[in-house]
Structures are given as C-alpha cells and as structure tokens.
C-alpha cells in the first residue's frame, strides 16, 4: 500500500505515464570539442543558492515511507546536497522539527484553505521557524481518484483491515517501525483531530471558491519569495506573474490529480513564453533522470522539483537512500551536461533540443 500510494496516480494513469513518456520521446544533440573539463552545476532558485538545478519538492506525510526519520531524513539529505528543501503543508513532522536538523534553505507549501485563521498561523509559523518562501498550489480544489488506494485500503493514518494488516505481516520491519513511533499524521496541526483521514481533511479543508482574489491574499499576508504551484496553461501564468508571484511551477501533481492531462514538459514552453522572463519557471511531474533535467532547463525552466526520484529513495533506505537518490540524479545531470558538451546551467539552452519528435 505503500509503495502504491508512491508510485500511483488519478484514474487510468494516463498523466502519470505520460509525464515521463514525453520526457522520453525528447531528442538532445551536442557540441563537439567543447571543454567540459569541468561541470558547474550551480544555480540560483528563488533568491536561494543551490548547488543543482534540482531540489526537494513537497510530499506529504514522510514518515509514511520511513516512519522513523521521514521528513528529518529528506531534510537533513537535502541539506547535504546543498539544495533547497520544501516541506509540506501536511507533513508528519512539524517545521520547528525540521528546522532544528536543516539549518539550510527551507521553503513551505501551502493551500489557502476555508479557515484563513489556520493559514495564518501556519505562515507566521513557518516565518519563525526560517522558511524564506511559500508554495502556494493551486491544483487540489478536491482530491484526485487515486483507485490503488482504496484497492489497498489505504487512509493517513493506516488503519487496520485483513489487507493493510496482512501486507504490514510481509514487511515486519516496516511494521515494527510504525508501531514503535508516534501516529503518522499531519504534525503542524496536532491539536486538530482529523477522523476521516487524510483525503477527509483534504476535502473539508479545502476552499473550493478559492480564486485568485485569494491568491493575492496570500501574496499579501508574505513578505517573502512566493511560487504558485500546478499551472499548466500560459494565461495561469500570466496571472500568477500579475499577483506577484516570483516563480510559476509548472506541474500536473505528478499525474496525481486530473487524469489525462497533458505532461507538464509539454505545457513548458507555452508558458516560458507567456512569462518572458517575468518570474522563474520551476518543473515538476514525470523527472527521473538527470537528462530530464537537462532537457526541462533547456526548454526554459529555471528549476526542477524532484518527488517520486527521491521518496524511492527514502522507502529504501532511509537519509541514506534519499541522498544516494540526490547522488544519482546529480552524476547523470552532469555526465549529461558533459556529453552535450555545455559546462555550466546557463549554458543549457534550446538549441539542445533536436525538434524532430517535438509537437
């Protein structure tokens, strides 16, 4: 159940497989004799220094996958890489926890939700705990049809029923961890009890005449950076950039949402179009490898959020195994860099893209 709650998405799953299909049937060429003695994979991301193009993007519940270290793993991994890391807004650790372990760039997500009260709170939260910037996404009026789940009777927190408990029985080390730590729930809202699980909370929550009236609230009630999260049409990013926004994020939830939708990498360019340089471009949904990253960079986003790569990574091992996930993705992004023969980020431009297969 687990392990389907990762790698699942919406409905059929079209999206999900798309997102990385699309990515797939992307041609990259090269410069030849070009000196790629030495690869530079630094960045700027939101006012924040990285040192790749690539950083942590926010899941919810961590500890879900690792019940004992969860969202202090991934923060303290990605901390080491040297990149940012976004916590989110119904993580199961609180971000006084995750501050305490990542003295590095921090972003927190959010939703603006019916209880503004409780966005509040969460925002001033999140300012004195040292997060620099807000994720605001936009994406998740109701909650996505994610049909594995229910197949595996799967809630936040786990319950038990004959089939969580007869596949806990199969993996008793995962079955002890969770026994033997706290319940597994959303820690930023500890006092509030949430008996319909996750995706009841969600749906409670959740504004459902949420406009971009609301967007500007937000954009109001932050001093710091802010990035609009799950645009897909360049008229949504023309308007995050008339709030003020200063990054759109190009995202379909990782197909988790609306299914059939099309790829994030193939809504790209439209909307690195329609923002002209506006505001920085950040992708997600369907990246796996580090020539995804080339290939997002090149079509023009200023970044990539990394998911499914790094929540493998946490399942199997833990911190180590989200930082052996960041090991990877770093080595192919810059054998890719090299084999395209373009040392540094900015050199990463369209002209790597061969356009045979592109619409």
């Known amino acids: 159940m687990v392990f389907d709650y990762i790698d699942g998405g919406a409905d059929n799953e079209e999206t999900l497989k798309r997102n990385v299909s699309r990515f797939q049937d992307i ?10 003695a030495e690869i530079d994979t630094r960045t700027t991301i939101m006012g ?16 879900l996958f690792h019940p004992r270290a969860g969202e202090l793993a991934v923060a303290r991994a990605a901390q080491a890489a040297g990149v940012p890391y976004a916590c989110s ?19 927190f997500q959010v939703y603006v939700w019916k209880d503004r009260e409780l966005v509040k ?22 909650a996505g049809n994610r049909e594995r789940d229910g197949a595996n009777d799967f809630t936040i927190p786990p319950r038990v029923t004959w ?34 699980g996750l995706i009841g909370f969600i749906n409670e929550q959740f504004d459902r005449t949420v406009t971009w009236a609301d967007a500007r609230w937000l954009r109001e009630n932050w001093d710091g950076k802010l990035a609009i999260k799950g645009i897909s049409t360049p008229e949504d990013a023309q308007r995050c ?6 990054a759109v ?18 809504t790209l360019p439209g909307i690195v179009e329609a923002v002209a ?73 369209s002209d790597l893209v061969f356009r045979r297969t592109l619409p």
Request: aromatic residues 6%.
């Open 27 to 36: 041609e990259l060429t090269w410069d030849a004799l070009a000196n790629v």
């Open 241 to 246: 950039v008339g709030i003020g926004a200063d």
């Open 121 to 142: 709170d969460m925002l001033a939260r999140a300012k004195t705990a040292g997060f620099s910037a807000i994720i605001l996404t936009v994406d998740v009026p109701v």
């Open 48 to 63: 924040a220094t990285s040192a790749s193009p690539f950083f942590i993007s926010p899941t919810a519940t961590s500890r």
């Open 277 to 349: 340089g506006k505001a920085e471009i950040i992708l997600d949904s369907g990246v796996r490898r580090g020539s995804d990253v080339v290939k997002a960079l090149a079509l023009g986003a200023n970044a990539v959020a990394l998911g499914r790569a790094y929540l493998y990574g946490l399942a199997a091992g833990g911190e180590a195994g989200v930082r052996r996930a960041l090991e990877i993705m770093d080595s192919e992004l810059r054998r890719t860099m090299a084999l395209c023969g373009r040392a540094r980020i900015s050199a990463l431009t």
């Open 163 to 196: 089939r969580t408990a007869t596949q806990a029985l199969a993996a008793p080390g995962y079955l002890w961890n969770l026994m033997t730590t706290p319940e597994i729930r959303p820690a930023n809202f500890a006092r509030i009890r949430i008996d319909g």
């Open 89 to 107: 807004t119904l993580a199961s650790t609180s971000v006084e926890d995750i501050a305490a372990v990542n003295s590095g760039t921090k972003w």
């Open 249 to 266: 994020w190009v995202s379909n939830h990782g197909g988790r949402q609306l299914d059939t939708a099309p790829a994030s990498i193939d």
